[in-house]
């Protein structure tokens, strides 16, 4: 699997699982008339948004991404994984955290909020990581694939050669050819 489809996939569990959090959470404090819950999680997924914008800045996601793509190995053939199985293998934790929190959401609608937060914050922390490592990937012309690992451990990259990087993309003219000297004529 990309490691960018990988980090995409991220990042929309995550926000999807803080939407659905969400909802829960609203949904749970109206049926117990908590308006202090819905009052706090206003205030919460705030700060969380707010933080998370922050943390998601371009160089910070550089920074976050340079220690594992520094230490990809090497390699001149694709990894055979299938990529559903390497997505659910790390990011199994993302589903198991929102089921939890949301059946907690029904008996305490705090921690439904909360955990909606921190959903949220990390969404936006992670938002520019693919856009890095598809800069790096083109500035370097080789792709990164993710090897099947736990998400227990930490992420294992694999780098390969682009194939076609070199390529202009679908839909742009190629560049005129270049003019010659009039005293050429």
Sequence with gaps: MLFVDLLRLTVLLIGGSATALGAV????????????TLIFAGGWWTLAAVLGILLGGSSRAGEAMARGLSSARTATSLPTESPGRIAFLRL?????????????AWL????????????????????????????????????????????????RLVRTPGLGRDRMPAGHPPPPPPEREAAES
């Design 25 to 36: 959470t609203v949904v749970a404090a109206r049926q117990d008339a908590d308006s202090a």
């Design 92 to 104: 199994w934790p993302i589903a198991a955290f929102a089921i939890v929190v949301g059946g907690l």
């Design 108 to 155: 305490l609608p705090q921690v439904a909020a909360v955990g909606t937060g921190f959903a949220i914050l990390n969404a936006l922390a992670w938002r520019n990581r693919e856009r890095v490592v598809t800069a790096i990937e083109e500035r370097d012309g080789v792709r990164f694939y993710v090897e099947p690992t736990s998400a227990l451990e930490p992420i």
